[in-house]
Nanobody
Framework: QEQLVESGGGLVQAGGSLRLSCVAS???????MAWHRQAPGKQRELVAS???????RYADSVQGRFTISKDTAKKTVYLQMNSLKPEDTAVYYC????????WGQGTQVTVSS
């Protein structure tokens, strides 16, 4: 069974930065990797995704501030978050695959004003 483990979340002041990591138990080669987030009372939303051979995609709300990347050899995907805003506060989830995706347990990101 695939396991995805997120880390790097925490409390940061507005304007600060944070880098999230997602380590997979199996190879991520050939899979679309993505980060989603969910704030209390809100629907889970796609934040960023990366697919081999294509430019990374970002939600309009994070465009220019967040960067998704991956290290296939380390079976790890990252989300670099800069210029954080209170609206970015949410639980961030890593996802592997599209047709039958695997999900991580999530990591909390809290941005104070």
């Amino acid at each position: 069974q695939e396991q995805l483990v997120e880390s790097g979340g925490g409390l940061v002041q507005a304007g600060g930065s944070l880098r999230l990591s997602c380590v997979a138990s199996e190879s991520i080669f050939g899979f679309t990797m993505a980060w989603h987030r969910q704030a209390p009372g809100k629907q889970r939303e796609l934040v960023a995704s990366i697919t081999s051979g294509r430019d990374p995609r970002y939600a309009d709300s994070v465009q220019g501030r967040f960067t998704i990347s991956k290290d296939t050899a380390k079976k790890t995907v990252y989300l670099q978050m800069n210029s954080l805003k209170p609206e970015d506060t949410a639980v961030y989830y890593c996802k592997k695959g599209l047709s039958n995706p695997s999900w991580g347990q999530g990591t909390q990101v809290t941005v104070s004003s």
